[in-house]
């Protein structure tokens, strides 16, 4: 299950590591696992960020938990709107998954 596998090793943690690196103003992650949200949340919460994550619509048969997350240095900048969109509807070809967008 790689879901299980991404919890249980360091990736995550290397992740964190990476972006540190960088220290992006604003950071964009898909097929975010909602599960690792909280770790995300506390450790980038001491160097100023500020976080929204949009849950992709669960279905019946989707087994993954997880969508879009994204921070951003709140000394930099201001969240004004928060807008997010589910693209789920499963009588449209194009839109027969479940998505979601920020």
């Known amino acids: 299950n790689i879901r299980e596998e991404f919890l249980q090793s360091d990736r995550a943690d290397r992740v964190i590591d990476e972006l540190e ?29 500020k976080n929204i994550f949009k849950r992709k619509p669960l279905i019946p048969y989707q087994e993954k938990d ?12 201001s969240l004004i709107k928060d807008a997010s969109i589910g693209l789920f509807n499963p009588n449209e070809k194009f839109l027969d998954k479940p998505n979601c967008a920020q």
């Not at 995300?40 to 919460?45: I, P």
């Open 21 to 49: 690196l960088y220290d992006p103003d604003i950071v964009c992650l898909q097929e975010f696992d909602h599960q690792i949200r909280d770790k995300f949340t506390s450790h980038f919460a001491t160097k100023g960020y």
């Open 66 to 77: 997880d969508g879009c997350f994204m921070m951003y240095k709140s000394d930099k900048f």
